[in-house]
């Protein structure tokens, strides 16, 4: 018993003074080999040895106190290769009286090793994988004891965290340096946000940070330890008792398991075992639920397996219960360049992230107008969502390919995969920069042709790119995103500000306030509605506007206010009839009078305008033309109706195309009735932003484009490389064409004309 107490005061001992160095000074390569000096004394071994996990499964001698110092950063292992490589295989500890006995002992000269006899190591554990091991050795043959191997394992947990951190190699290195447990996999999810990104994985939820691995105080950590447990206890009895009534099933007997293993006393004991060693309680947690993990990832029964979910379940619970766990704790620990998995996310939880380097996103859940889908577009980070169980698919450090365009993601990828996607990335990044650098070049096609390119907005952020891109202004303001990010509806006078926000941030250039396209499924959690089976034709837009008239007279009286003395362009969405539009300008002149009466300063002038989106319009336009200053076309929504399409099914995703002849039809005709009547147009749904379609777009002769501000570059680029006389001269030839689409057609023209489009 005394020696017990003296050896766990030992361990104490050496865990504050390696604490002491993981937090001083120098760099990870200084701190390692301060670690490995410290070790080898404490342990009273001749010899400590770190090896790290290299890319391509090698373990490289890092640091060394006792072997020849010419050899670290020269010996490397294979895993499997000599006893190092054995633990790293095996994920266990191992101690040999006679090391050199071993079957697997493999002799390097250049270490000088062979006047060691006895050896022990353990691996450096870390999210279920192997990051490289951890070795000392005796000249005189001896038995470690079973408290000596577990001592180490706990101090290889301090190693562990020094060569997470990526200080040592770099974070990529290490998740491709795995030990083959977990083989790649593709997961499919929907397109939130297109784009491409690769890096490794940081889980938003589970991810638990352990600021305090030490405990200066054993009797007070298990005190915590048995009071979190009491309380966790408590809640999964709740749980359990409120699945009850639900009845016999599965479920059930899930739960129950789960009760039992929460009532395990070799887990908890085990936990207890390791705080008596100096650990803070939720670091002691931490360890035993590394052991569980690797060896039950080891295991290829799914049985076990699921067993295993339960337990990083319930390790996870009682890690919350211990610490109360902050997210937002956590950023300064994350890698330099990371792909963040989460559930859900909120807004500004993407914001703090973002700060940080986030490359991509991927949620369990989320539909394309989820707040952060929205701020993802904002900040161009490609998203893929409802992606089944990727928090728990998904380790922390996996390598995750984000394929945004294809609505897919790809955990693990090999060595060749990694590498075209890496180089995929760059050249994006690379074209990136070229269009950036066409951002003061004029939108003038090779014939002379100028195109006015305004951007698509909804939030102050996508503002800055004004600027960025040299757009001309925003051709549609979505101002139902900004209410959307809230939680209660904003008064009159924090809209007014919020307008008067975006005029001042515009500088001038000209702005289209669309007004609230809220409803359907751009809910606002503060707006009652009624659950609709076609949400998309239903309660929205100008119709939720009409039948709620102080809603849409507030968003009016906002905007007068704060388009004093400057030009205001408001457009009302979903107009089905001229009727609508007539009862939209009625509330928008009370407001204009309104504003008169209380002797505000009116705007400059006032344009009204509408979205045409709905295709009963395209039978009054010679009535529209007479009553508005311009027309946007929102092609997303009028494709939609056009075609009976729901272009949110996927079953349906290819089924049309917007390049195909009725669709050019419509739009040539639009635009020539436009041009008869002298009303200006423009287009501003997603096909603005598309450089393909767009080229089709100038070819009929629309000449203003409003798009995603990262399209822009694209859209520049595609413009400034064509003859708008050739391209149209080629229309005319195919629009009366049969096919299901043009696309291929006009791709070709691209081909063979040299049309700058994006690889
Ligand atoms: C459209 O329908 O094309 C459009 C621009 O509006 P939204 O995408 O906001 O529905
Ligand atoms: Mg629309």
Not at 666 to 682: I, N, T
Not at 732 to 749: F, K, N, Q, S, V
Request: hydrophobic content about 45%.
């Amino acid at each position: 018993m005394a020696e017990d107490a003296e050896s766990l005061t030992a361990t104490r001992r050496l865990l504050r003074r390696l604490r002491d160095i993981m937090a001083g000074s120098g760099s990870a390569q200084e701190r390692l080999d301060r670690i490995v000096k410290i070790i080898a004394a404490e342990m009273v071994a001749e010899v400590c040895s770190a090896y790290v996990m290299r890319a391509g499964e090698v373990l490289e001698l890092f640091a060394t106190e006792g072997l020849r110092r010419e050899a670290v950063h020269r010996t490397r292992l294979r895993v499997g290769e000599g006893l190092v490589g054995v633990i790293a295989a095996t994920a266990r500890p191992l101690a040999l009286y006679e090391a050199q006995l071993h079957p697997d002992f493999a002799y390097r000269p250049e270490t000088g090793e062979e006047i060691y006899h006895s050896l022990m190591g353990a691996p450096l554990l870390r999210g279920g994988r192997v990051l490289g091991v951890l070795v000392v050795q005796n000249k005189t043959p001896r038995h470690y004891s079973d408290d000596e191997i577990d001592v180490l394992e706990t101090v290889a947990m301090v190693v562990a965290e020094l060569v997470a951190s990526g200080e040592l190699v770099n974070p990529f290195e290490i998740a491709q340096a795995r030990t083959g447990v977990t083989p790649s996999l593709r997961l499919d999810g929907i397109r939130l946000n297109p784009g491409l990104a690769i890096g490794p994985a940081v889980l938003h939820e589970s991810r638990l940070v352990i600021r305090q691995i030490v405990a200066e105080d054993a009797a007070a950590e298990l005190a915590r330890l048995k009071g979190a447990v009491a309380a966790m206890r408590v809640a999964i009895d709740e749980l359990v008792a409120a699945s009850e009534p639900l009845g016999k099933g599965e479920h059930r007997d899930i739960i129950e398991t789960y009760r039992m293993f929460a009532a395990d006393r070799g887990w908890v004991g085990r936990i207890a075992e390791a705080i008596k060693s100096g650990l803070t309680a939720e670091a002691a947690a931490q360890k035993v639920r590394e052991e569980t993990r690797t060896r039950m990832l080891q295991v290829g029964d799914p049985y076990l397996r699921e067993r295993l979910i339960d337990l990083e379940d319930l390790a996870n619970r009682l890690q919350q219960h211990l610490s109360g766990s902050d997210p937002s704790a956590a950023l300064p620990e994350l890698p330099p360049e990371f792909v963040l998995v989460a559930r859900t996310l909120g807004p500004a939880e993407l914001l703090d992230y973002a700060r940080r380097r986030v490359q991509g996103l991927v949620l369990e859940e989320g539909s394309p107008t989820a707040h952060v889908a929205i701020v993802a577009r904002a900040l161009g980070i490609p998203v893929v969502g409802r992606v089944e169980e990727a928090t728990r698919q998904i380790e922390p450090g996996d390598i995750v390919v984000v394929d945004g365009d294809r609505g897919q993601i790809l955990l693990r990828p090999g060595e060749d995969v990694y590498q075209s996607v890496a180089a995929a990335v760059e050249a994006r990044l690379g074209q990136r920069v070229y269009y950036e650098s066409l951002a003061r070049a004029p939108a003038i096609t090779r014939d002379g042709v100028a195109i006015t390119l305004l951007i698509n907005a909804g939030l102050p952020i996508d503002l800055e790119q004004l600027e960025a891109t040299g757009a001309e202004g925003v051709g549609l303001f979505r101002t139902e995103l900004s209410f959307m990010v809230r939680n209660a509806f904003p008064d009159v006078d924090a809209q007014t500000a919020f307008y008067r926000g975006i005029f001042e941030q515009a500088g001038g250039k000209p702005i289209i306030f669309r007004t609230l396209d809220i409803g359907g499924d751009k809910a606002l959690p503060y707006l009652d509605h009624l659950e609709e089976d076609n949400p998309a034709m239903g309660w929205r837009a100008i119709r939720v506007g009409l039948d709620r008239p102080a809603l849409l007279r507030q968003q009016l009286r906002a905007l007068i206010r704060a388009a004093a003395g400057r030009t205001l362009s408001v457009s009302f969405p979903m107009i089905a009839e001229l009727s609508e539009l007539e009862a939209a300008r009625a509330l928008l002149d009370m407001e204009r009078e309104r504003a008169g009466s209380e002797g505000r300063n009116p705007p400059q002038s006032v344009e009204i305008g509408v979205v045409l989106e709905v295709p009963s319009l395209l039978f009054q336009l010679e009535a529209l033309f007479a009553r508005i200053d311009f027309l946007s076309l929102g092609t997303n929504d009028l494709a939609q109706f056009l075609y009976a399409w729901d272009r949110g099914n996927p079953r349906l995703a290819d089924r049309y195309d917007l390049l195909s002849a009725p669709m050019l039809a419509l739009l040539r005709e639009v635009l020539g009735r436009a041009r008869d009547a002298d009303v200006p147009v423009s287009v501003c749904g997603e096909m603005a932003g598309n450089p393909l379609e767009s080229m089709a777009l100038v070819a009929l002769g629309y000449r203003t484009l409003s798009m995603v501000p990262s399209a822009i570059g694209p859209v520049k680029a595609m413009i400034r490389s064509i003859d708008v006389g050739s391209l149209e001269r080629y229309l005319d030839e195919i629009r009366g064409r049969p096919d299901h689409t043009l696309r291929t057609r006009l791709e070709a023209y691209a081909r063979d004309h040299d049309v700058t489009l994006p690889e």
